[in-house]
Structure formats: structure tokens, C-alpha cells
């Protein structure tokens, strides 16, 4: 067996949501570690967010024992284990194996970790909605629970937006997908990030949500980039493929009948799906940033929600969320390790950028980075619209390790891969 299919399988299972998912993950990071023990050294200039990232780790920490939000001991203890060492492990193996594995190689990872996710969510979707014992068409209904019965964990049922979530990576490939069926030599591939994209823009739409829809929009920008450098060696204006402007159009279209289902004014109905309350809780949150400069959730205010046109409290020592990763940090370890975070996040999401958009550039590699381009967008809508260690927190700390290997992964793809 390949060595490289270990990895694979275990990020596979981590994506699956298995019970001891986190012992997974840990495994995976050791098996890399062996793996990368002859990688050349990552040198400290080059990895210099790590230091800001052991800043947020050890801040966040300390801030969490010192309020009382963490005891040394059962969960919490593991909960400070992981904090310490999964963003900082995590960011310098994922450079170790980007010297290792090439961005074709590295790209597998990501997909494995989206498929798994895709088949977590419709195990939840088959169990959570009963379909067996009743009919197939109750997956469709037009359901607003709060909470889903799982498959599997520790947990009999979740928050149904934390089990949406993970639709989100094969959304993002479905689009690139659709553009990748023009190249005949990617066409397995294509057909592959296709087929995963339908299934999870079905499991978005029944669990009517909005992150996955705006992932898929998001989508389109690699496309944008990777059209613009093909037209642009060819000498030609920008233009996508009709295949591609076609789904986009009956992606709008099954969106909007989605969103739109149901009786009342049409208006009102489009208006309450795409309005966002947390616009009005965030611009409020920003005036009392200096009552939270230190942290310990004990931030308390009043905000006016325009949609309902109400008073609405937030408290964030009865558990209320600010559904923004560095605005939750604010709240819970104050300024300072929120400034740390993103002092290290920013700068390797930048070079991911960059690299990424080298890779884009040649058409032998434009598949394999379309998915890792995904799996940013991802990363990076869940940061923005999602709360702090958001679900169980598997896919926060695994975003450290990918932002470590896009960063680090070699812009120009190698000729051959060799093993």
C-alpha cells in the first residue's frame, strides 16, 4: 500500500466525523511527522507566524483558566491540550509536507476531507430524517429545526447548521467541476468534483442554508482567475464556458425557488432568507469593544435587529454568539490573542493566495489547485460567518495544518510526480 493513502484515509475519517475524531487527527499529524522526519527544514524567517500563533494559543489559554471558562482537568484539560498544540503543530507540519508532497498530492488531502464531510452529512440527513420509516420526500420538506439527530459521536443530536457546514467543500467544487469537463485530460476529476458538488448543494438546500449557497457563488472567483489566464495566453477576452454560465443560471434558479418555498409575501420571504440578524449584532459589537478589551465572556448589550424591528440582548455569559471567529475571541480571551491569531492567519492566507494563483496559471495543475481553492473558500467563510472553534471543532484546527501547506506548497506544479 501506498504510503501516501494513510494519510488520505485518515483525513478521510476526520472528515467523517468518526467517534474519536480527535484521536484521528492526532494520529494523522504523527503519521505526517514520521513521513516528513527527512523533509528539509522550514526556516524560522519563513515561519515566523507560528511565533504570533503561539501567542493566541497560549493568550487564549491562559484567559480560559484565568476566568474560570477552563479547569485542569476531564474535557477542559483536553480542550487546553489541543489549544496549545494543534494550531502551531499544525501550521509547521503542514510546511514540512509541502516539501514533500507535491500541490497535486497535497490537493488529495483536501478532497478526501471533503468527501468525508459529504458523507457525514448525508448519514445525518438519512438517520435525522427519518426516511426510512416513513418516505423519501421527507428529506425535502420544508424543515426549520433547530437540532438533528447524528449517526454517531458523543452527542445524540447537533445544532443543524454544524452539521450543514460540512456540504460547504463540495459545494465549492461543483462549479469548478461543471468549467473542468472542456479538458479532456482532467475529465475524471472534473466528473468527480461534480458529481460531490450536486450532492452537496442538495443537502444545502434541504437543510436550507445560506452559507453552503454563498460558498458556491464564492466559487466562481478561481474560475474567474484561471479564465482570465487562459484567455490571456491565448491572447482572447475573458469568457467562461457556456456549461459553466448555464448551471450558474439554474444554481440562481433552484436557489431561489429554495428560498422563496412557501406561502406570504414574496418579498418578505426573499428578504428573511437573506437578511442576516448578525449584521445588526456585529456593527453593535464594535461600539463596546473596549468593554471586552480583556476577555472572560462577560459581555453584556442591547442591539436594535432591523428585520424584526425589536430590541434583542446579547450576553455572552449565558452562551450568545457573535458568529465570527475573531470577534468571539475578543469576547472570550480579549484583544490581544485575537491580534496574535490574526497577525499569523492573514499573512499565510495572503501567500496561499499567491500560490495558489501560480498554480491557476498552468493548465496541468488547474484541477488539483480549483480544489484547494475550494477548500480556502471554505476555511475562510466559516472564519467570517461561524463562531469560534465552530462545531466540534475538528475543521478549526485541521484549517491550521491546510493553511500551512498552501502556504508553503511549491507555486509552479513539478512536471511528473514522483513518489
Avoid at 280 to 304: C, K, V
Wanted: glycine letters at 8%.
Amino acid at each position: 500500500m501506498n504510503s501516501r493513502w494513510i494519510p488520505l484515509v485518515l483525513v478521510f475519517l476526520v472528515g467523517l466525523h468518526l467517534p474519536k475524531a480527535f484521536t484521528l487527527l492526532y494520529l494523522l499529524y504523527a503519521v505526517l511527522f514520521w513521513q516528513t522526519r527527512n523533509a528539509p527544514a522550514v526556516t524560522l524567517r519563513r515561519l515566523w507566524p507560528v511565533l504570533a500563533l503561539a501567542a493566541f494559543s497560549v493568550g487564549y489559554a491562559w484567559a480560559s483558566l484565568h476566568y474560570g471558562l477552563w479547569s485542569l482537568q476531564g474535557r477542559d484539560l483536553l480542550d487546553l491540550i489541543s489549544m496549545l498544540a494543534l494550531p502551531c503543530g499544525g501550521v509547521w507540519l503542514g510546511a514540512r509536507l509541502a516539501q514533500r508532497w507535491t500541490p497535486r498530492q497535497l490537493s488529495w488531502l483536501w478532497l478526501a476531507y471533503g468527501l468525508g464531510a459529504l458523507a457525514y452529512v448525508w448519514a445525518v440527513l438519512l438517520l435525522g430524517r427519518d426516511v426510512f420509516s416513513s418516505s423519501s420526500l421527507e428529506i425535502w420538506r420544508q424543515h426549520r429545526d433547530l437540532s438533528i439527530a447524528v449517526p454517531w459521536g458523543e452527542q445524540g443530536v447537533m445544532n443543524v447548521r454544524s452539521v450543514e457546514q460540512n456540504a460547504s467543500f463540495a459545494v465549492a467544487w461543483m462549479f469548478p467541476g461543471l468549467w473542468l469537463l472542456q479538458s479532456k485530460d482532467q475529465s475524471r476529476l472534473a466528473w468527480l468534483m461534480l458529481a460531490a458538488g450536486l450532492l452537496g448543494l442538495l443537502a444545502v438546500l434541504a437543510f436550507h442554508g445560506r452559507i453552503g449557497l454563498l460558498v458556491a457563488l464564492l466559487s466562481f472567483v478561481p474560475l474567474v482567475w484561471a479564465s482570465a489566464s487562459e484567455s490571456q495566453a491565448a491572447r482572447q477576452p475573458l469568457q467562461l464556458t457556456a456549461w459553466a454560465l448555464s448551471g450558474l443560471g439554474g444554481f440562481l434558479l433552484l436557489s431561489l425557488v429554495s428560498l422563496l418555498w412557501g406561502r406570504g409575501d414574496i418579498t418578505s420571504r426573499l428578504l428573511a432568507r437573506v437578511y442576516d440578524e448578525r449584521l445588526d449584532r456585529f456593527l453593535a459589537f464594535l461600539t463596546h469593544i473596549p468593554d471586552t478589551l480583556w476577555g472572560g465572556q462577560r459581555l453584556s448589550f442591547e442591539y436594535f435587529e432591523q428585520q424584526r424591528q425589536v430590541w434583542v440582548g446579547f450576553d455572552a455569559s449565558a452562551g450568545d454568539l457573535l458568529h465570527n471567529v475573531p470577534s468571539d475571541l475578543v469576547v472570550r480571551a480579549g484583544l490581544i490573542p485575537a491580534i496574535a491569531l490574526l497577525l499569523a492567519v492573514v499573512p499565510l492566507l495572503c501567500r496561499s493566495l499567491r500560490q495558489l494563483g501560480q498554480l491557476l496559471r498552468d493548465p496541468a495543475s488547474r484541477g488539483h489547485a480549483l480544489i484547494s481553492a475550494g477548500f480556502l473558500i471554505v476555511l475562510t467563510v466559516q472564519w467570517l460567518f461561524q463562531p469560534l472553534i465552530y462545531a466540534d471543532g475538528l475543521l478549526f484546527y485541521f484549517g491550521f495544518f491546510g493553511l500551512g501547506a498552501l502556504a508553503f506548497s511549491p507555486a509552479v506544479m513539478p512536471p511528473l510526480d514522483r513518489e
